[in-house]
């Protein structure tokens, strides 16, 4: 009976300390979190605007505005700027969520063979 009393409070004081615990846990993980979704939401605002800068790129380039060496030095700037932010979404995406907004994202042609 002497041995139990002392484990028997080790364990109660144990189970009472994670118990407090608990929400400074959970407020660590969620914090986290928040600044993952964030960081996300900087990085998708980024790709589209590096979408964007392609396209004004290309229309640059059909109205005459741009010849073709210049236009493939930028492009090709911009593409892999644009596949720098993708890598990073991939990494803070998981992959069911990336497949499913992938399949919801519009597909445009580029290139200057397509004008």
């Known amino acids: 009976m002497s041995v139990i009393a002392p484990i028997l409070v080790i364990v109660i004081l144990g189970l009472l300390v994670w118990y407090i615990g608990q929400p400074l846990r959970a407020s660590v993980a969620g914090e986290a979190d ?33 010849s073709d060496d210049e236009w493939r030095a930028l492009d090709r700037e911009l593409r892999g700027e644009a596949v720098d932010v993708l890598h990073e979404l991939d990494q803070l995406i998981p992959p069911e969520v990336s497949a499913s907004a992938a399949a919801a994202a519009p597909v445009e042609p580029a290139g200057p063979d397509s004008r």
């Open 34 to 66: 928040r600044r993952d979704e964030g960081r996300i939401a900087d990085l998708e605002a980024a790709r589209d605007a590096k979408y964007r800068q392609i396209r004004d790129l290309e229309m640059d380039y059909r109205t005459g505005k741009l």
